[in-house]
């Protein structure tokens, strides 16, 4: 039940942009983004509902296909402080379930 | 609010001895999450309290883990006879419907508790 993130890692040059993927293979409520930097907890960037609300944080903005059970994280010009691990939480549809799953992260370091 | 707070942050102890953790989540905050994380890993589910009832425990969280939420405020984990396996980062989380106008259940995490088992 874990997702699948993709990139594993990705290195950018500032201004540069990015994307990073999250895919189940069941049914999901919610999608909830959270960047980590090493030795701090992750901080919450957005949560991305069934049924299409969306929020976002900065230059930062994420999309959720239903049908592809798959959301993206878009970070547009991309900035030092956006170096950090991102990980995706997942809530599945069909369980009472307020606990998130989440993936194994994705390694983004932003370079001058 | 002030953030969800953890203490200790750091935490060495000697094989087969107890320790306890605690979690002071944002004061609004109803429902309280405990994660552990390794190395590399995403953060893992151990168990979640909506106010002082537990209402869900992860298959990872062995007889030799307790959590509690007395009074629906602050939780304790208290790790017995503790294991090499056990050294982690052990995370809490905090939400609540409505927040800040949140529509779903957005966890904030506190800075977590690292666990070193020697």
């Known amino acids: 039940q874990q997702p699948v993130q993709s990139p594993q890692a990705v290195i950018l040059r500032e201004g540069e942009d990015a994307v990073i993927n999250c895919s189940s293979s069941k049914a999901l409520y919610s999608v909830h983004w959270y960047r980590q930097k090493h030795g701090e907890a992750p901080v919450f960037l957005m949560i991305l509902l069934k049924g299409g609300e969306q929020k976002g944080h900065e230059k930062i903005s994420a999309s959720f296909n239903e049908k592809k059970q798959q959301s993206s994280l878009y970070l547009t010009a991309s900035q030092l402080s956006y170096s950090g691990t991102y990980f995706c939480?997942?809530?599945?549809?069909?369980?009472?379930?307020?606990?998130?799953?989440f993936g194994s992260g994705t390694r983004l370091q932003v370079q001058p | 609010d002030t953030g969800v707070s953890q203490d200790p942050r750091h935490k060495i102890t000697k094989r087969g001895q107890n320790v306890t953790f605690r979690c002071d989540p944002i004061s609004e905050h109803n429902r309280l999450y405990w994660y552990r994380q390794t190395l590399g890993q995403g953060p893992e589910f151990l168990t979640y309290f909506q106010n002082e009832a537990q209402l869900e425990k992860s298959r990872l969280l062995s007889d030799r883990f307790s959590a509690e939420r007395p009074k629906g405020s602050f939780s304790t984990l208290e790790i017995q006879r503790t294991e090499q396996g056990d050294s982690a980062m052990y995370l809490c989380a905090s939400s609540a419907l409505g927040f800040r106008g949140a529509s779903s259940y957005e966890q904030y995490f506190g800075p977590g508790t690292r666990l070193t088992v020697t």
């Open positions: 939480g997942t809530l599945l549809g069909d369980t009472g379930r307020r606990a998130l799953t």
